[in-house]
C-alpha cells in the first residue's frame, strides 16, 4: 500500500493499493465513526458494495443508499432523497458518508456529507480511473439545469481509499474516460508525465508502468490543490478541456457521452486556441501526431452534427466565467497553462475554425 498525504486546511492521506476494499474497516477504525452510510450506484453496487459492506461490518454500523448510475443522479431530487435518508437511518455528528463509486457518486455524496448537521465524515473510495482526479481536492456538488456543478463547495475527504483492483471492471470506454483526465494532468504539469504517456501506444491497468502513471497523475492534483484549495489561482488550470467539455456533455447528453471523452474533445479545442493566441498557429501544440496518438488509443474525437449555438451558450453558464466572458484555460508551451477570457463572438470564431479543423483532420473518428 502507498501512501499520499495532502496537505490542505483539513489534511488527509490517499490510500493506493490492490484490494484494499476488504481492509477498509481497520483502514479507518481511527476516526471512531459511530455509523457509516454508504452511498454508491447499481452498477458498482453489483461489484463491491457486498464487500465493503461485510469488512465494515464488524468495526462500525452501516446503512446502504444506491443511486441511478448516470450524471442524472447529481440532482437536487436525489440530494433529498439521501438527507432524508441519513435523517431517518438516525446519522449524527459522529457518523461519515461513503462514496463508493466514480466522480457522480463521490460529487453528490460529498455534497450531501458537507451540508448533513452542517457537514459530517466523508470518505471517497472510487471504483474508476476518473475518480483518481475527483476524489482528491474537495470539489463536491450537484448539477441544476443541465448545468455541471452549479451547486457546490469545498468539502476536503477525512480519507481517500484508492483500491485499485476495482478498476479491473471498468469497461473500455470508462477507463478511456478516466485517461483523459491522466492525460491533462500531462499537458499542464511540467515534468515526465507526458512524456511517459506519449511513449505508448496503449495504456491499461496491466501495463507495468500503470501505478506510476496514476500516482504521479494524483501528485500533479495533489500539489495544486495544496498551493490553491479553493480555485482561486492556479487550481483553475485543472479546467484545461472542460468549458467545451462540459458543453459537449451537456447538449450531447442524451447519447450518452462520457466525461473524459468530451474533456478530451474540450483539451483539443483549448490546444488549438493556444496556438492561434500565441501567434505561431496551432500545430506547435495540436498537431497531426498528437491527433493520431489519441485516436490509437480509441478516442474519438469529433461529433457528427456540432450545435454550435448550444454549446456556445452552455458555455456561457461556465462557473470560470467573468462578467460575461469565456474562460479558457490556455498553454503557451506543455506544462505552461494560464487562464484568459474571451468575448462570446470571440469564441464563436475559434470554434469555428476548430470544427473545420478537426473535421477534416484524417482518421478523426465521431464521437456522436
Not at 7 to 12: A, L, Q, V
Not at 191 to 208: F, R, T
Request: charged share 20%.
Amino acid at each position: 500500500m502507498r501512501e499520499i498525504n495532502v496537505n490542505t486546511s483539513k489534511g488527509y492521506r490517499i490510500l493506493i493499493g490492490s484490494n484494499l476494499r476488504y481492509e477498509i474497516g481497520t483502514l479507518i477504525d481511527s476516526f471512531q465513526f459511530n455509523k457509516v452510510a454508504i452511498i454508491t450506484d447499481e452498477n458498482v453496487a453489483n461489484f463491491y458494495l457486498d464487500d465493503v459492506t461485510h469488512a465494515l461490518s464488524p468495526h462500525v454500523s452501516t446503512v446502504n443508499y444506491v443511486v441511478q448510475a448516470g450524471e442524472r443522479s447529481k440532482s437536487f431530487a436525489d440530494f433529498e432523497r439521501i438527507q432524508q435518508f441519513l435523517l431517518d437511518e438516525q446519522l449524527d455528528r459522529n457518523s461519515a458518508v461513503l462514496a463508493l463509486g466514480g466522480g457522480v457518486v463521490g460529487d453528490l455524496a460529498g455534497f450531501v456529507a458537507s451540508t448533513y448537521m452542517r457537514g459530517i465524515g466523508f470518505i471517497q473510495m472510487p471504483s474508476t480511473l476518473l475518480a483518481h482526479d475527483s476524489s482528491v481536492g474537495g470539489k463536491v456538488a450537484i448539477n441544476l439545469s443541465n448545468v455541471k456543478n452549479v451547486i457546490g463547495q469545498f468539502y476536503q475527504p477525512d480519507l481517500v481509499i484508492y483500491d485499485q483492483a476495482m478498476l479491473a471492471t471498468l469497461s473500455d470506454r470508462e477507463f478511456r474516460s478516466g485517461l483523459a483526465e491522466v492525460i491533462k494532468h500531462g499537458f499542464i504539469q511540467n515534468g515526465s508525465l507526458l512524456e511517459s504517456l506519449l511513449d505508448k501506444s496503449q495504456i491499461s491497468i496491466h501495463d507495468p508502468d500503470f501505478s506510476n502513471i496514476l500516482e504521479n497523475s494524483i501528485h500533479v492534483k495533489r500539489e495544486i490543490v495544496e498551493n490553491d484549495e479553493r480555485e482561486s489561482n492556479i487550481r483553475q488550470y485543472l479546467n484545461l478541456g472542460h468549458t467545451l467539455g462540459h458543453a459537449i456533455e451537456s447538449v450531447y447528453s442524451s447519447h450518452s457521452v462520457t466525461h473524459g471523452e468530451s474533456v478530451m474533445i474540450g483539451i483539443l479545442f483549448d490546444l488549438y486556441v493556444s496556438g492561434l493566441e500565441n501567434g505561431r498557429g496551432q500545430s506547435n501544440l495540436l498537431n497531426h501526431s498528437l491527433i493520431d496518438w489519441l485516436t490509437s488509443l480509441g478516442y474519438k474525437l469529433t461529433v457528427n452534427n456540432w450545435e454550435s449555438e448550444k454549446l456556445i451558450t452552455s458555455m456561457l453558464a461556465d462557473k470560470k466565467n467573468d462578467n460575461q466572458q469565456i474562460a479558457l484555460i490556455l498553454l503557451t508551451t506543455y506544462g505552461n497553462p494560464y487562464v484568459k477570457h474571451f468575448d462570446k463572438k470571440v469564441i464563436e470564431s475559434y470554434l469555428e475554425g476548430f470544427i473545420s479543423y478537426i473535421s477534416q483532420t484524417p482518421n478523426v473518428k465521431t464521437l456522436c
